[in-house]
């Protein structure tokens, strides 16, 4: 088993009005995001999938310069945004299998259904 890794960063806003700290407040982050992708065959170049599409196909997701409470269909925690970008990523029929959003240099969330 192969598993590429591709990292991208987007800057979004958001609120967590339910919060009952700091976070209900409007603030922002430097997201930096992390998906993998898997596949246990190579193509006849070697490879599962170019990297070059695979970061096309990440950067097109992303919600970058937004405010993400209206952009989302749900909240706007990590876990969230995580679960979020690895849907969006399965429905273009990519070998997705993991997505770490970073809200912080030292706080993220791993999804991996």
């Not at 609120?15 to 190579?42: M, Q, W």
Request: charged share 25%.
């Amino acid at each position: 088993m192969y598993t590429l890794i591709v990292k991208e960063t987007f800057e979004a806003a958001h609120t967590i009005p339910e919060h009952s700290g700091k976070c209900k407040n409007l603030h922002g982050h430097s997201y930096r995001v992390e998906a993998e992708f898997s596949g246990d065959e190579l193509d006849s170049m070697g490879m599962v999938k170019d990297f070059a599409d695979l970061k096309k196909a990440v950067r097109r997701i992303l919600p970058d310069h937004t405010y993400l409470n209206d952009v989302l269909d749900g909240p706007t925690t990590a876990e969230y945004i995580a679960q979020w970008i690895f849907t969006h990523l399965k429905q273009d029929d990519l070998p997705v299998t993991a997505v770490t959003v970073w809200e912080t240099e030292n706080c993220g969330c791993l999804y991996k259904p």
